[in-house]
């Protein structure tokens, strides 16, 4: 007889429960395609992929009601889900009393975690990522590298305190040394100016409408974003210095999820970060997304949050009517998809597409100016905790001793699979 969990997950498998796998629809990357264009295109390939009998396409409309209230939460996990990544590989380095080969790790994940910035307002994984840096630099004697680190999180917040009992007396000796000279430096000003309504956030904070604001920070480097209500932004880091005046002119973009990188590596490494962030919260089905490549083709692809994997992908030529093109390569699309709903397995590829993040209206409507989903709960963000110096401090046995007693101020002693290949990724 089986099992009461086995029959309930064969119960409400797709395969088992005879339903249709769902496949969520949330906009093209196509440059210049804006407004109701963009949504006719969505709801084009949404009819596409529904016309197969393969899948229940879901459109941004449909798809909006499912992801409400988790907007701010897919945002923050796209543009800091790498550095978080990052700064865990971090973690666990330093808990194996390899804070050496930690420090390139973090040092990496902090400057993640900065531009990712860019579209988050979180700075909790960044002071994170900071105060473990410094952490390992005490451990190894380096003084001068752990004040570099506890300068920068004590600009982005110089009120913070160390407690006692999460840090050893030594890190908090240096800290509040660190924070004390960041604190009684003569203040910097920022000016930022729009054109246009929007939000100030500087270093994360909210700072309310720009209107022309003059700020006084301590000096230093500032994260300064500037964001309209439907999305439209712009990002500086920008460097303060003492007494100076620093000036931001903030030219508001076309509204999008965010910057798009140079390389095509790199677009293809934000594609994937944006469309898994995308999935864990569109849960229950597949998602759909597509869009022009750098070589001039469009490509159409699937992510399954289930399994993790992605499709490989299809491409096309785009001729005069991209839009048509990608369209035309649902039914191809739908065949991907297995019974279970799931990514086909001999249809899985380590390869994504090297798409255009800034370009996709539909899907940075849907998560900046969501339409009105009276009823929905609101997913609050609950962010990383805090690294307590007492988890490390458990962390004894062996080597790990070594850098905890350091740190105290004791003694010491990834391609395959797609249509077309972009090149490795990670």
């Not at 701010?72 to 996990?77: A, K, S, V």
């Not at 839009?323 to 739908?334: F, H, T």
């Amino acid at each position: 007889m089986l099992a009461l969990p086995l029959l309930l997950h064969l119960a409400l498998h797709p395969a088992y429960a005879g339903a249709t796998p769902k496949a969520y629809v949330v906009g093209l990357h196509v440059p210049g395609l804006l407004g109701d264009a963009s949504g006719d295109a969505a709801e084009a390939l949404a009819k596409a992929l529904d016309a197969t009998g393969k899948v229940d396409a879901l459109d941004p409309s449909e798809t909006s009601r499912v992801i409400a209230g988790r907007e701010t939460l897919i945002l923050d996990g796209y543009a800091l889900g790498p550095g978080q990544k990052r700064l865990q590989e971090g973690r666990v380095l330093y808990d194996r009393a390899e804070p050496d080969q930690a420090i390139p790790v973090l040092q990496d994940a902090v400057d993640q975690l900065a531009n990712g910035l860019a579209v988050s307002t979180d700075v909790r994984s960044l002071h994170e990522a900071l105060m473990l840096l410094g952490v390992c630099h005490v451990g190894l004697g380096d003084d001068a590298s752990a004040r570099a680190a506890f300068q920068r999180s004590a600009i982005l917040d110089p009120s913070r305190e160390l407690d006692a009992v999460n840090y050893p007396p030594s890190v908090v000796s240096l800290f509040n040394d660190v924070r004390t000279s960041v604190a009684r430096a003569s203040p910097a000003r920022l000016t930022v100016r729009a054109s246009t309504d929007a939000e100030l956030f500087i270093d994360g904070h909210s700072r309310g409408p720009v209107a022309d604001a003059s700020i006084a920070l301590v000096p230093g480097t500032h994260y300064v974003l500037v964001r309209s209500a439907n999305g439209a932004s712009h990002f500086e880091a920008v460097v303060a210095d003492a007494g100076g005046t620093a000036t931001v002119d903030a030219l508001l973009s076309e509204r999008s999820v965010g910057p798009a990188a140079e390389s095509v590596p790199s677009r293809s490494r934000q594609t994937r970060d944006l469309y898994t962030a995308v999935g864990t919260y569109a849960t229950g089905g597949l998602v759909v997304f597509g869009g022009m490549l750098p070589s001039g083709q469009v490509a159409l692809q699937l992510y399954s949050p289930t399994s993790g994997n992605f499709s490989k992908m299809l491409t096309g030529d785009a001729g005069e009517d991209p839009v048509g093109a990608i369209v035309d390569l649902a039914p191809a699309l739908a065949a991907y998809i297995s019974d279970n709903g799931d990514v086909r397995s001999d249809r899985v590829s380590a390869q994504v597409a090297a798409l255009d993040v800034s370009e996709n209206d539909v899907l940075a409507g849907l998560l900046y100016d969501p339409p009105d989903n009276t009823g929905s709960v609101v997913v609050e963000r609950s962010g990383p905790k805090w690294y307590v110096w007492a988890g490390l401090g458990a962390v004894v046995a062996g080597g790990g001793a070594a850098v905890t007693a350091a740190a105290l101020g004791g003694g010491a002693t990834e391609p395959g699979g797609g249509t077309v290949t972009f090149g490795p990724i990670p």
